[in-house]
Nanobody
Framework: QMRPVESGGGLVQPGGSLRLSCAASGFELEYYKISWFRQAPGKEREGVSCISTGGGSTHYADSVKGRFSISRDNAKNTVYLQMNSLKPEDTAVYYC????????????????????WGQGTQVTVSS
């Protein structure tokens, strides 16, 4: 079964860093556009960052621009989300999603595009 698997969440103090990983189970991530979403309690799921098929295009939500960085390691079949300067408002469950049709451009992060979703990993930013 094709499913992304997230890891790397945890509790961190404001200003700290975490690196989330999205590993593939049953498919090779390099052929798919991958995005990270997050959902805080009582809020809608929102797109955080996107990396295109091949990795040549990335996109970030305004709320994380300059603090988060998305990358892929095809040899490890993994996509990463490096999160720096974390804020309490970054607290959420973070999900990795894969779009199965090749897509070489990221301009928006629309959840309706994505076919496969992971179970999520909790990120809590608190002192």
């Amino acid at each position: 079964q094709m499913r992304p698997v997230e890891s790397g969440g945890g509790l961190v103090q404001p200003g700290g860093s975490l690196r989330l990983s999205c590993a593939a189970s049953g498919f090779e991530l390099e052929y798919y556009k991958i995005s990270w979403f997050r959902q805080a309690p009582g809020k809608e799921r929102e797109g955080v960052s996107c990396i295109s098929t091949g990795g040549g295009s990335t996109h970030y939500a305004d709320s994380v621009k300059g603090r988060f960085s998305i990358s892929r390691d095809n040899a490890k079949n993994t996509v990463y989300l490096q999160m720096n300067s974390l804020k309490p408002e970054d607290t959420a469950v973070y999900y990795c999603a894969a779009k199965t049709l090749p897509d070489y451009y990221c301009s928006t992060i629309d959840r309706s595009e994505y076919d496969y979703w992971g179970q999520g990993t909790q990120v809590t930013v608190s002192s």
